[in-house]
């Protein structure tokens, strides 16, 4: 006779590094690879948290049937940890946590102002002007400049 025997029970964790990609001041996308072992049943889902550094609290981002979600309510400016955990039928894994904190900014800031115009060449009609770009551009290339006169 022969005897199989099943056995089953929560899930590993699931597989990091924790991806956390496209980072704005209202949210990111995370993302993370599955479990290697799935404890015997399929994964149901999974429960995505966010940890708010300056209250201390873990709150609920969502649950995903994948293996990514969006994260779409954040602080501006605060710094956020985040943990995943898989769930079966059997219950629920341990966490995968993220490898370090983040925090919720845009990845371009408004750019330093340029230097003050210096007048090279000048008419009754006309005057030159050049300048120096800015020490900082904030992230992004500078596209143009507008230039006004008193």
Same mark, same amino acid.
């Given at each position: 006779?022969?005897?199989r025997v *099943?056995?089953?029970?929560?899930p !590993?964790?699931?597989?990091?590094?924790?991806?956390?990609t496209g980072?704005?001041?209202? !949210?990111?996308?995370i993302?993370?690879k599955?479990?290697k072992?799935? !404890?015997?049943?399929?994964i $149901?889902? *999974?429960?995505? $948290?966010? *940890?708010?550094?300056?209250?201390g609290?873990?709150?609920l981002?969502g649950?995903?049937p994948t293996?990514?979600?969006?994260?779409?309510d954040l602080?501006?400016?605060?710094? *956020?940890?985040?943990?995943v955990?898989?769930v079966?039928?059997e219950?629920?894994s341990?966490?995968?946590?993220?490898?370090?904190?983040?925090?919720a900014?845009?990845?371009?800031?408004?750019?330093?102002?340029?230097?003050?115009?210096?007048?090279v060449d000048?008419?009754e009609?006309h005057?030159?002007?050049?300048?120096? $770009?800015? @020490?900082?551009?904030?992230?992004s290339? @500078?596209?143009g400049?507008?230039?006004e006169?008193?």
């Open positions: 006779a022969e005897v *099943y056995v089953v029970g929560p !590993g964790p699931p597989e990091g590094p924790m991806d956390i980072i704005h001041k209202n !949210g990111c996308k993302a993370w599955p479990p072992d799935d !404890g015997g049943c399929p $149901e889902h *999974y429960i995505v $948290e966010k *940890y708010d550094t300056d209250t609290i873990w709150s981002v649950t995903s293996c990514d979600i969006q994260c779409k602080e501006p400016g605060k710094e *956020y940890e985040f943990r955990r898989a079966n039928s219950g629920e341990d966490n995968l946590k993220s490898l370090r904190p983040i925090i900014k845009d990845p371009f800031t408004v750019p330093l102002p340029p230097s003050a115009p210096d007048v000048w008419s009609a005057m030159d002007l050049e300048w120096k $770009e800015p @020490i900082d551009d904030g992230g290339p @500078i596209t400049y507008i230039i006169m008193k």
